[in-house]
Each structure stands twice: as C-alpha cells, then as structure tokens.
T-cell receptor, first 117, second 114 residues
Framework: EAGVAQSPRYKIIEKRQSVAFWCNPI?????LYWYQQILGQGPKLLIQ????????DSQLPKDRFSAERLKGVDSTLKIQPAKLEDSAVYLC???????????????FGPGTRLTVL | AQSVAQPEDQVNVAEGNPLTVKCTYS??????LFWYVQYPNRGLQFLLK??????LVKGSYGFEAEFNKSQTSFHLKKPSALVSDSALYFC????????????FGKGTRLHILP
C-alpha cells in the first residue's frame, strides 16, 4: 500500500514570496490533515478535510494560508505571502474516515521542510 | 480545553535496559491517547493507541503503553531497548466525547546508547 506522498521535500524562499505544497493521501482515505511542525514542537493542526469539505480550520492563519482539496483526493496548501515565522515542516496526514475509535489513526507523509529567509 | 505534556525533552537509556517515555494529559471527558514515532527526515509513524478497555496497550516494535486514569498518564514503555529505537516520540490526545482536534505533545527525544 502506497503511503502519503508530499512534494516538494524541501523549499527555500524569501519572505513575502508565495509557496505551495502538495499532498496525495492514501487511496480511499476520506480525511486529510495539514500540520505545521516548528522545530522543537509537536505538530499543530492547520486544517482538516473530510472528503472535500473543511472540518476544522480554526488554527489556520487565513490571512496568508489557504488550502483546498478538490475532488476529495489531492490537496494543496498555500502560503501567500510568507513570513519568517512560517519556517517549519509541513506535514500531511490521512485517515480512513470521520474521527472515531477505529478511524483516528493518522498516516503521515514525509513532510515539506520550508525555510523562509 | 485539552492538552498533553511530555515532561522530558530527552531520555537516555542503555541498550538492553527498559525504557519509559512519559506523557500526561488533560481532557474534560474520556480520552483517546496515541503514541507516534518520528525518525530523521521522515513523517510520524503510528505506534499504538488507547481507546477503551484494557489499560495496557501493545503496539508496534515491542512498545506498550499503560493508561492510568487516576494519574492522567499514558507512559510509553519497552522492556529492552534497541539502538534502532532512537528517535523522537510524540504523545497525542483527543477527547472521545467531543469532536475536538487531536493535540500533540512537544516530543521526547530518545537516545539508546550502545
């Protein structure tokens, strides 16, 4: 079974530039998550999709971050414009379905390491 | 509000010795509890989870965790450490009774010394 795919693996940009990350979840997984992991911290949920609808985006800085999941499969996360404090690893994860005891297990991609100069 | 604490930034254990990585949590209802491991330049991998029932949960790679409701803890354990267990370990919690997001701890780096 193929895992969660993310690209690019690394990205270096200057502040005020734009950047986009792509995620392809495990086939059949209805729920997709984007996390931000700052060095020395645990992952923080930015946005959660159930199929192509947003379930939770309460911690997404909506003035600069946006995400979409067209057709309920692949997803993109965009930052525009980037700030220095956006330097982090951006993790994508997926799970089978709505949150519950047997569907909560999340499978993570390798992440995209973003450096903002 | 829910939260999770991993009080140790780093744990050092000699190979072959038992290991414990500590985790305490706070939720207003019943918790789902998770442990994930992160190897360098890789995403998080699921180790085990507590849903309900038996307080001792067994997971991947010989790891287990004990749910202690009175102490609100979910410590990760392994009877005999391997050098390959060296990695970053994250505890996470979600409230069973509400549709809350999962919250991760800050992580504990485990060093197994040969």
């Amino acid at each position: 079974e193929a895992g969660v795919a993310q690209s690019p693996r690394y990205k270096i940009i200057e502040k005020r530039q734009s950047v986009a990350f792509w995620c392809n979840p495990i086939s059949g997984h209805a729920t997709l998550y984007w996390y931000q992991q700052i060095l020395g911290q645990g992952p923080k949920l930015l946005i959660q999709f159930q199929n192509n609808g947003v379930v939770d985006d309460s911690q997404l800085p909506k003035d600069r971050f946006s995400a979409e999941r067209l057709k309920g499969v692949d997803s993109t996360l965009k930052i525009q414009p980037a700030k220095l404090e956006d330097s982090a690893v951006y993790l994508c994860a997926s799970s089978w379905g709505p949150q519950g005891p047997f569907t909560d297990t999340q499978y993570f991609g390798p992440g995209t390491r973003l450096t903002v100069l | 509000a829910q939260s999770v604490a991993q009080p140790e930034d780093q744990v050092n254990v000699a190979e072959g010795n038992p290991l414990t990585v500590k985790c305490t949590y706070s939720v207003s209802g019943n918790p789902y509890l998770f442990w994930y491991v992160q190897y360098p330049n890789r995403g998080l991998q699921f180790l085990l989870k507590y849903i309900t029932g038996d307080n001792l949960v067994k997971g991947s790679y010989g790891f287990e965790a004990e749910f202690n409701k009175s102490q609100t803890s979910f410590h990760l354990k392994k009877p005999s450490a391997l050098v390959s267990d060296s990695a970053l370990y994250f505890c996470a919690v979600r409230n069973q009774d509400r549709d809350d997001k999962i919250i991760f701890g800050k992580g504990t780096r485990l060093h197994i010394l040969p």
